[in-house]
Nanobody
Framework: QVQVEESGGGSVQAGDSLTLSCTVS????????AGWFRQAPGKEREIVAA????????YHADSVSGRFTISRDNAKKSVYLQMNSLKPEDTAVYYC?????????????????WGQGTQVTVSS
């Protein structure tokens, strides 16, 4: 069984920062690629950032590049999303996703396990 759990969402003002955390509980999954996705009301789910198992390959969507940073701590089986200079358009439910591949990149279909999501609301 693989469980993915996000935390750290909340309501903030524009310009503030938040850090999302994702913890993976998986007895059978020793290594994995990970990504953060988000879905705003009325919009499709989109990739925000992705990272490979070693942490050496990272992707950030253009809309968040320079403001958000994905990272991970494999000893803790955790993945993080540091979000700075938040904007109202960043308001969405943020999902952590895990892949059995060492790097799944932007391909949503390559992610095998998903968390329930955490709400991030940014007001102007």
């Amino acid at each position: 069984q693989v469980q993915v759990e996000e935390s750290g969402g909340g309501s903030v003002q524009a310009g503030d920062s938040l850090t999302l955390s994702c913890t993976v509980s998986a007895r059978t999954l020793r290594s994995f690629g990970a990504g953060w996705f988000r879905q705003a009301p009325g919009k499709e789910r989109e990739i925000v950032a992705a990272i490979n198992w070693a942490g050496s390959n990272r992707y950030h969507a253009d809309s968040v590049s320079g403001r958000f940073t994905i990272s991970r701590d494999n000893a803790k089986k955790s993945v993080y999303l540091q979000m700075n200079s938040l904007k109202p358009e960043d308001t969405a439910v943020y999902y952590c996703a895990v892949s059995g591949q060492l790097y799944a990149g932007t391909m949503m279909s390559l992610y095998d396990y998903w968390g329930q999501g955490t709400q991030v609301t940014v007001s102007s």
